[in-house]
Structure formats: C-alpha cells, structure tokens
C-alpha cells in the first residue's frame, strides 16, 4: 500500500516563524528552505512555534490537515493535543505594514492574522478590500466590510479610555475563530503559510521527537505529508531577570485598553459574555509570557487574572492623587488598605500619575510621591526629565527611548543612580508594526543586553480591525478582539520569542556565575566563554534565531559541568 496518494504536486517549504521576511501568495522570504520539516526546538514548560508554506501546482480547493502523535527514541508520546495548527492569514493593511506604526492610507497585503479557520476574515484582491464573516444566531452569514473608508460606518463612542469603532462589534458570539484547525484552500502557484505551536509539558522528557502533518482532500484522500521535529531540551526556563542583575526581575507592561468597560462596548453589552472574554484574553497573554496584569480593572478582576497565572508582583495599580499633603496621605492610605484586603500586600507596586510632562511638574509633586513613597508604593513615571531632575523619585522611568545600544549608557547612569529602581521604555516603536523579528528584538534582547529593566509600551488595542484609520498612527493591536477573546498575530508570537529570549539569557548568565564563582578551572574557563557571547552581543545586528541556539549550546555545556 502507498504511503501517499499524491494527487497534485505540492511544494514545501520551511520558514522561520518569527522572520525578517514576509511569506505572501507570490513570494518567499531568502530563508525559506525547500523540503525540509517543520523544526522546533523548546525547552520544558515552553512555547514554541514552527513554521511551514504549501504551494500546490493545482487548484486543490480546501483541504483538511491532521496533526499527528510525535514519538521519540525511546518510544515516548508528545500528544498531537499539544500542537496547535494555525494558518498565517495574509489580508490588507495601510502601505506601512510591517515596517511601521505610522498611518498610511493606501493598502497592501500583509500576514499578520494566526486563524484556525481563515475564512474568519474574506480578502478580496480583486476590490482590494477585507470582510468579517458573522454567523448571526439563526446561523446565517453576513459580511462586515472591514476596510471601508473613514465615515462610511458609524463611529466615535467615547466611554472614557478612548475611541472605538462601535460599528463592528468584534467581540459578538457570531465573529469567533474555530476551536481547532478547520482546513485552508490551496490554489495553484500561490504560497500558504502554516504555523505549528508547541506546547511542552514540564513533565516532558527531553529528546527528538518526530512525527508528520498529513494534509488531505476532502475525499479523505492524502494529498502530502509534512515532517515535523520537535527537540525538547532537558531544562525548564527560568522568569526573566535584567542582565545588570540576576536578582531583579525583567517585566512586561503594555498600556491597557482591554477592559470589561471596552469589551462590553464590543460585544453588544453581555457582561457573562465579557468575564469569559476577558478571561480567555488573559490567558492567552499569559501563554505570550504577559504575566504581569495591566488592564483596566485588574483589581476588581483579580480573580480571574489570576486563575490563569498572571502575577500581581510590582503590578502597576493606578495613579497616585495629587491634592494637598492631607489629602493625598489620605488617598495613599486608603489605597494601600484596600490592595492588602484585595493582594495581601501593597508593598513594591507601582503608582503612576500623569503623562510626558516636562522638568517644572516634576518638581512640583515631589510632596505627592514622597508621600506615597511613605505608605511603600513605587513611583512610575515617563517624563523625558525623570533622570535630570527626578532620579530620587523615579522607581519606573520610562522614556520614549530606543530600546538597544544606542541608549545603554543612559541606561547604565539611571542602573547606578537608581539601584533599587527599573528602567524602561516607550515609543520607539509603540505596538503596530506586524514584523516579528523586529518585535521580537525590540521587547527581548535589544533592552535586555542594554540594560533595560522592563517593557512598558503602548498599547494593547483589540479594535483595529479595520486599518484605513485616519489619522497620524495607525490602529496599535497585538491581537484581535473576537467573540472568543482576541485572534492571535505574527508580531504577538514575536513577543512571547522576545521574552523567551530573555528567560534562556537569564539562564544562562545565573548558571555562568555559579561556576565562575564554584566551578572548576575548566568550567570557570567555559562559563567566561559563555558570559562573553552576551557581553560582545549587540540587540541589533544579528539574528535572533541563531543566537538563541547559540545561547542553547553554551547552557547545555555549563549545566554538564553542573552535572559532574
């Protein structure tokens, strides 16, 4: 009997799943390499996705795709369960896509979108436009015209945190993604992108595991088989921690708008509805390695955030008042009661207050944050004069600086000033551009290796279905709001790369030191080795990919020293 029917010839390529390069219908990125398997390479408790194209030299229509079962040496079973399959939608964005968040209102094709069933969204390249497919409860089918000119659908609901596009109510139970995979079309000589996300279990035993992917017509038919590898390592990853100090932890926060408040507004107004939303939103940002809460009512919903694992650590928690001495002592009392009732500590978190303002205000609260500072809270602040000015006072400075080399001396003079303090960053670029390799060196190894103590961009939008926005910027999202929460995106599973990184770095300097400080000759000799590839690196010019294996090959060596 044939292991394969092939009824159409299918070209396979392998592509990375954060590249520099975009997979679109006509052309391939220089690091696509033809016939070989979807590889991924993850430790234990990770993440971790591959990547694959289809080309077909025939119109197939859809076709259906089953993950299988992968199997190790020692015949040990890594569950198909685990393996979530999803195709990389390429739809129209402004003519700045990939590149930037600046508004352009011209449109080009980009692939941003991870979906199980792609027909979520219709793309038309005829009239150049993209569609929302809404199943109303009856189970009838509709189309929302997502790409329509500003003014064409209603607009402008103000309800406090900012605009939204109230025309298209994206978080409705009849705009949701399938489950699990549920086919994609094949037509002859266009390209296809497939990502493959592994979950490895902390129980996992290391070991290559390998298996296939068999793609099928809809007689049931096998069409091709596609390879899969998938090598887990024998470690887990630490939390990230800053490169400055293996003490202090690396975090991540995002300027909200994903709020009940908004998703009500999303979702016709279903409260039940929206605590599900936003519980499976929540989840998926803990997935992506967003752990920290940053959302509009994280203490009212602390329950929820964390049942699915976010950690309320240094959480920054609202803003501080500024009133006169008496009042504001009054305000940070009672704020700090009521997160002792809600955490069982408010020792570390973070208050903030304002936004961008110059040297003269930041004098003129210094009463306001001593006495918050008082009561044990931390002070945020981005004012572009917090190091000049406000050192004392800043425990999160934050200004619109460039995440890399360029402002690692800067960085280093706020680290000795502010030791006990963090670092961070925003604006250079806000949330948009859908490149994941550039998210993924603008959230991890760029601040990291500059010294950067945390993320704190904006912003997390879940609107921003349609992108022909007026306006200077273009609409900031992450991910999608949907009926099933938010629809994931290249440039999201470029951050959750970017903290990985950051947590194999940690790894990899905490168990340097150990044997620098323990080790033997030898081991101190390879542990120096293995502390100069970070201290030689730059975040900027070289990729990401390869010095994660590099970065792979030096712990696996240090931890044998550890073993013997």
């Known amino acids: 009997m044939m ?19 975009q997979v679109l219908p006509d052309s391939l990125p220089r690091e696509a390499v033809k016939d070989a398997p979807c590889a991924i390479v993850a430790a234990r408790g990770e993440y971790e996705g591959g990547s694959f194209v289809l080309r077909s030299d025939a119109d197939l229509g859809r076709v259906g795709m089953r993950v299988g079962d992968l199997r190790n040496e020692n015949g040990d079973v890594f569950p198909s369960k685990e393996l979530d399959l999803t195709t990389v939608k390429v739809w129209y964005q402004n003519s700045n896509a990939w590149v930037s968040y600046f508004q352009d209102p011209r449109l080009r094709l980009c692939p941003e979108l991870l979906l199980h069933d792609e027909d979520l969204v219709k793309v038309d390249e005829v009239k150049r436009g993209n569609w929302a497919r809404v199943t109303a409860a009856d189970g009838s089918v509709s ?8 003014g064409v659908h209603k607009r ?9 596009d109230d025309a298209f109510l994206c978080m409705q139970p009849g705009f949701a993604d399938a489950p699990t995979f549920a086919g994609a079309t094949l037509e002859k000589g266009r390209n296809k992108q497939f990502m493959l996300t592994a979950h490895v279990g902390r129980e996992t035993k290391p070991g290559l595991y390998t298996g296939k992917i068999d793609v099928v017509a809809e007689s049931g038919a096998l069409l091709h088989e596609v390879p899969v590898r998938l090598r887990v390592l024998d ?20 300027c909200e708008y994903v709020s009940i408040e908004w998703i009500l ?15 499976a939103i929540l989840a998926d940002f803990v997935r992506h390695n967003e752990t920290t809460p940053s959302f509009g009512e ?6 929820i955030a964390q049942r699915v ?6 959480a920054l928690m609202g803003s501080m008042k500024c009133a006169d001495n008496a009042d504001a002592r009054y305000a940070a009392r009672n704020t700090a009661r009521a997160l002792d009732k809600a955490l069982g500590s408010h020792r570390g978190m973070m208050l903030t207050w304002g936004d961008e303002y110059r040297l003269h205000v930041l004098r003129a609260i210094r009463d306001m944050v001593e006495i918050y500072h008082d009561e044990g809270f931390t002070f945020a602040v981005n004012s572009q004069s917090g190091y000049a000015g406000g050192a004392n006072l800043a425990d999160l400075w934050w200004p619109p600086f460039s995440p890399d080399h360029r402002t690692a001396a800067k960085v280093a003079k706020y680290n000795e000033t502010a030791p006990d303090g963090r670092m961070g960053w925003y604006a250079s670029q806000h949330v948009g551009a859908e490149n994941p390799a550039f998210v993924r060196r603008q959230y991890g190894m760029g601040p990291y290796l500059a010294g950067y103590g945390c993320n704190y961009n904006y912003a997390h939008h879940l609107q921003g ?3 022909t926005e007026a306006g200077l910027y273009r609409p900031m999202n992450f991910v999608y709001g949907a009926g099933h929460g938010c629809v994931d995106t290249l440039a999201w599973e470029g951050f959750r790369e970017a903290i990985d990184d950051i947590r194999y770095a940690t790894l990899l300097k905490t168990t340097a030191l150990r044997l620098v400080k323990d080790g033997s000759t030898e081991a101190r000799y390879a542990a120096r080795i293995a502390l100069k590839l970070l201290a030689d690196a730059k975040g900027d010019d070289y990729d990401l990919s390869t010095f994660r294996y590099e970065m792979i090959n030096h712990i696996q060596k240090l931890r044998a020293f550890e073993a013997n």
């Not at 402008?156 to 939204?164: K, L, M, N, S």
């Not at 994280?298 to 329950?303: A, G």
């Not at 694992?309 to 240094?314: E, L």
Request: net charge negative.
């Open 309 to 314: 694992g976010m950690d309320y650590k240094g």
């Open 143 to 150: 189309y929302f015209w997502l790409t329509a000119p500003r």
């Open 3 to 21: 292991s394969m029917i092939l009824l159409a010839g299918i070209v396979r390529f392998s592509v990375p799943a954060t590249g520099e390069g």
């Open 298 to 303: 994280s203490l009212k919903y602390r329950e």
């Open 465 to 467: 279905w349609n992108d």
């Open 235 to 254: 470690f887990e990853l630490p939390a990230p921690k800053t490169y400055h100090d293996v003490e202090k932890d690396f975090m991540s926060f995002f």
């Open 156 to 164: 402008d609901v103000d309800f406090g945190a900012g605009r939204i």
């Open 265 to 279: 507004c999303s979702n016709g107004n279903d409260p039940e509805l929206a605590e599900r939303q936003l519980e």
